[in-house]
């Protein structure tokens, strides 16, 4: 598989995730999967099911992330917008999230979420994680949680953080780790978007 079709297989496969949630996906989802992430009931009780019920991140950045009340963040690879949503409640108003995405449907989840709750310092945009449409410097954080092992320009993902994030701003990252070889009877990664 090439880089161009393992992207496209990865927005399908997610894009999947936000149009149908309730069908069966090749990786954990939803609320349940936050809350066995450490994401606290509680705190989840105040965010729209949309964003819920499509989550597909792999730890609760959001919630051990040291960011000031007044920071810009950048949330890469933001989904259907929890972790988004999550800080900008943090930031009390005086922040503001951008959650950019490559996946239409998660957006509309994500935005559809903010609305709900009348957010106005959480904003979302379409965007490639190793294209952004973004001034230099312009956040003082950026949180992202699980993009990594699913695009492989890497490279260009972390030349674009460098380039966005302000001398001196934060850097919050998750990815999943292999510790061992699969067997061979378990499917592989690259499977699962074929």
Do not use: K
Not at 20 to 48: K, M, V
Not at 53 to 76: C, K, M
Request: some cysteine; glycine content about 8%; overall charge negative.
């Amino acid at each position: 598989m090439n880089d161009t079709s393992l992207r496209e297989s990865v927005r399908a496969a997610y894009s999947a995730v936000a149009e149908q949630p309730g069908n069966r996906h090749p990786f954990p989802t939803g609320r349940a999967f936050a809350e066995s992430l450490g994401y606290p009931p509680h705190l989840l009780d105040r965010i729209p099911a949309a964003s819920l019920e499509a989550f597909t991140g792999v730890t609760n950045l959001a919630g051990f992330a040291e960011i000031p009340h007044s920071a810009r963040v950048l949330d890469l690879g933001c989904g259907a917008g929890l972790d988004s949503l999550v800080l900008a409640q943090r930031l009390n108003g005086s922040g503001m999230v951008l959650g950019v995405d490559f996946s239409s449907p998660m957006l509309d989840r994500a935005r559809r979420s903010a609305a709900e709750i009348c957010l106005t310092n959480a904003n979302f945009c379409h965007a490639d994680a190793e294209r952004l449409p973004l001034p230099n410097a312009a956040f003082d954080a950026a949180i992202v949680n699980g993009i990594f092992n699913l695009n492989p320009a890497r490279q260009a993902i972390f030349h674009e953080l460098a380039r966005t994030i302000r001398s001196g701003g934060r850097l919050y990252s998750a990815e999943l780790i292999l510790r061992e070889p699969r067997l061979a009877s378990e499917s592989r990664l690259s499977d699962w978007f074929t």
